[in-house]
C-alpha cells in the first residue's frame, strides 16, 4: 500500500529523533517525495519533516522552498493560520538551521506570533526570535512587541505550570536565547531590560554564587572534570555570552591568543580545507548547521 503523508512525515520525524546518519542520500529521497504531495499535507507533516532534517543537519532546499510555496500563497489550502504555535516555531526554527531563507514565509510567522503569542510557550516565542535575528530579519518594532508581550509573563510566578501558554514555567534557555540574539541592537529595545533583569535575577546570580562557593583549589579538580561538571550543571543553558560572564565572576578569563598562529590553527580545526583532518573535513556541512555547541561557537562569533 501507498504511504500516507503522514507516514511519510512519520518517516522522517523517526529518522531525525535518532539522528539518522547512515544513509544521507535515501533521506533526501524521501524528503523529495513528500515535495511532490504538498497538498495532501497537515501542518504536522510539514513541521515534522523540516525539523528532522534539521536534527540530521541534512539540507534540502527543494522541500523547504516548496514548503515556504505552498503555505504563503493567496489561495493556499494550508495557511500558516492553521499551523499550532509549535508548528510554526518549530519550521521558522528549522529553516534558519538549514539556512534557507523566504522572506514571506518569515512575514507571516511574524505576523502569526503577534496574533497568538499567549499561545505559545516560552521555549516556541524564543526560537522564533532566534530564527529572525539570525536571519537578519524583523525590525526593532516588531522585536520590541514581542518582549512588551513575553516580558510580564517572564517576571510572574507561573500562573498555570505545565501549560501550553507564556503562562507556565520560563527556564534559563527560554531567556538567554533572545537576550543573546538581540543583545547587538538591546539599546534600541526598552523592553530587553525587563527580560535580562527576570534572567539575571533568577539563574545567572545564582549560578555565579554557587561558582563562588565551589572555591576550588588550584589545579584540581582537573580540567577534564571540570568539563563533567559544567555538563552536569547545564551551564551550556545560559549561552554563550553569559557563560563567559559566569566564569569572569570566579576569576576565569578570556586570554588573548598567543600569535595569530595559534587563531589560525583553531580555525584551520574547525574550519580547514576538505582534505585535512578539521572538523569541516570529518563532518561537511553537518558542522554548520548543527546544533551542537562547536558548531553554534563558530556560526555566533566567526565570518565565513
Not at 18 to 47: I, M, N, W, Y
Not at 257 to 265: D, I, M, Q
Request: proline share 8%.
Amino acid at each position: 500500500p501507498r504511504f500516507s503523508t503522514q507516514n511519510v512525515s512519520n518517516l522522517l520525524h523517526g529518522l531525525g529523533l535518532v539522528t539518522f546518519d547512515r544513509d544521507d542520500d535515501f533521506v533526501r529521497l524521501v524528503a523529495s517525495h513528500l515535495a511532490g504531495r504538498l497538498p495532501e499535507c497537515k501542518a504536522q507533516d510539514l513541521a515534522n519533516p523540516v525539523t528532522a532534517l534539521m536534527r540530521m543537519c541534512i539540507p534540502h532546499d527543494e522541500l523547504l522552498h516548496a514548503i515556504a510555496n505552498h503555505v504563503t500563497k493567496p489561495d493556499s489550502t494550508l495557511p500558516l493560520s492553521d499551523f499550532t504555535p509549535q508548528e510554526l516555531a518549530n519550521t521558522v526554527y528549522a529553516f534558519d538551521a538549514l539556512q534557507v531563507f523566504d522572506a514571506r514565509l518569515f512575514e507571516l510567522v511574524g505576523e502569526e506570533t503577534l496574533r497568538r503569542i499567549e499561545e505559545f510557550i516560552p521555549q516556541e516565542v524564543a526560537n522564533v526570535m532566534w530564527a529572525f535575528s539570525k536571519q537578519s530579519f524583523g525590525t526593532l518594532e516588531w522585536f520590541e512587541a514581542v518582549l512588551q508581550r513575553i516580558a510580564p509573563h517572564a517576571e510572574a510566578p507561573p500562573q498555570f505550570p505545565g501549560s501550553h501558554s507564556l503562562q507556565t514555567e520560563w527556564c534559563a534557555e527560554d531567556m538567554e536565547k533572545p537576550l543573546g540574539a538581540l543583545w547587538p541592537i538591546r539599546a534600541q529595545l526598552p523592553s530587553y531590560p525587563r527580560l535580562e533583569r527576570v534572567f539575571r535575577g533568577r539563574f545567572l546570580s545564582n549560578i555565579a554564587t554557587f561558582l563562588v562557593g565551589l572555591a576550588p583549589q588550584d589545579g584540581y579538580p582537573p580540567p577534564s572534570q571540570y568539563q563533567k561538571d559544567f555538563a552536569s550543571w547545564d551551564l551550556f543553558q545560559v549561552g554563550p555570552l553569559f557563560t563567559e560572564e559566569l566564569l569572569g565572576n570566579v576569576g576565569v578569563e578570556r586570554a588573548p591568543a598567543a600569535s595569530a598562529a595559534a587563531t589560525g590553527a583553531l580555525l584551520e580545526h574547525y574550519m580547514g580545507p576538505a582534505n585535512s583532518e578539521s572538523l569541516y573535513a570529518r563532518y561537511g556541512e553537518r558542522l554548520l548547521l548543527s546544533v551542537l555547541p562547536a558548531a553554534r561557537w563558530v556560526s555566533s562569533f566567526l565570518s565565513y
